[in-house]
């Protein structure tokens, strides 16, 4: 495959990561999501395409920005500068101008050969962690030519590659891809379907469904859950969804706690964030539920707390 020939967008490549699949790993983030979850940490990975930022707590109020937009999309005002959502189209200009980094674009198109080459300048560190690259986003299988792509890329380099999901994905699309991976971080939310598509709309079936096919691909799975307080995070709910990962014979299932962490961006895209009272979980509360997925039998793990 001619990996100079397979582009995709992305919005980061963070190295040396350890919360993102066994070992220092490289996080390729993708962008694009079907899912628009309150609690999203990341949620300029949502939209598909480039998108700007903008940090008001940063303004300068000079105007540059503003007499720079050739589409005459942004308006200097008293408080700071508005963005018509509109006309403007992404085009880097006002935040080339922009001398205080309030202004930034997110989002860039990569070619597969640009993402492995980043990747590669960590291979040392990779072989002594037995780390490797993970595929985040987003949602990597939104993006699945180019998610190949750097699967396959990284198979020929001899770097383990693992592959976030949330599994709302066409059945062909998520086997195609997972089947080049040598771990799938698969997450599951809630197992009650009333529940799920109250909070997030419809999918759950055709999520539970994928995460029963991904695991009879012969790919070693984890299944993560985000642990929402007032949502998930009670100990009936975590068993039943560690009973579920039991019953695919899935041996480890991680906890995520919520975190508030990415509130400030969803300022800087001109979005309310909808969960900016709720707290995090409480140590002793994920102690709990970890030693609840224990008593199964399983291996419970809680991530990055």
């Known amino acids: 495959m001619d990996l100079s020939g397979v582009c995709g967008e992305i919005f980061d490549i963070q190295r040396f990561s350890i919360h993102d699949g066994p070992g220092i790993r490289t996080t390729v983030f993708l962008k694009g999501c079907p899912l628009r979850c309150p609690w999203c940490s990341n949620p300029e990975s949502q939209c598909a395409l480039p998108q700007l930022l903008y940090s008001q707590s940063r303004c300068l109020k000079c105007g540059r920005c503003a007499a720079s937009c050739p589409e005459r999309a942004l308006t200097l005002r008293e408080d700071g500068v508005e963005i018509d959502g509109g006309r403007c189209v992404p085009c880097e200009e006002c935040s080339r101008q922009c001398p205080s980094g309030a202004m930034r674009l997110v989002g860039r198109l990569a070619t597969a050969a640009e993402v492995l080459a980043e990747v590669a300048r960590d291979q040392v560190f990779y072989q002594h962690s037995r780390g490797g690259m993970t595929l985040s986003g987003g949602e990597p ?55 799920y598509n109250s909070a997030l709309g419809d999918g759950h079936a055709t999520i539970l469904d994928n995460a029963r096919r991904a695991s009879r691909l012969g790919v070693e799975m984890i299944v993560r859950v985000p642990v929402i307080p007032g949502f998930n995070d009670q100990p009936h709910q975590v068993a039943a969804i560690a009973a579920f990962a039991r019953s695919l014979s899935v041996p480890e299932l991680h906890l995520l706690p919520y975190h508030g962490y990415g509130a400030v961006k969803y300022a800087t895209l001109g979005r309310r964030y909808e969960m900016a009272a709720t707290l995090p979980p409480a140590p002793e509360q994920l102690d709990s539920l970890r030693r609840e997925v224990a008593r199964l039998g399983m291996v419970a793990r809680v991530i990055g707390s």
């Open 141 to 195: 299988l939104a993006q699945p030519d180019f998610a190949l792509a750097l699967l396959e890329g990284a198979r020929d380099l001899g770097v383990h590659s693992a592959v976030e999901t949330a599994g709302l994905v066409e059945a062909d699309t998520l086997e195609r891809v997972l089947r080049r991976a040598d771990l799938v971080l698969f997450d599951v939310k809630h197992m009650d379907a009333a529940v």
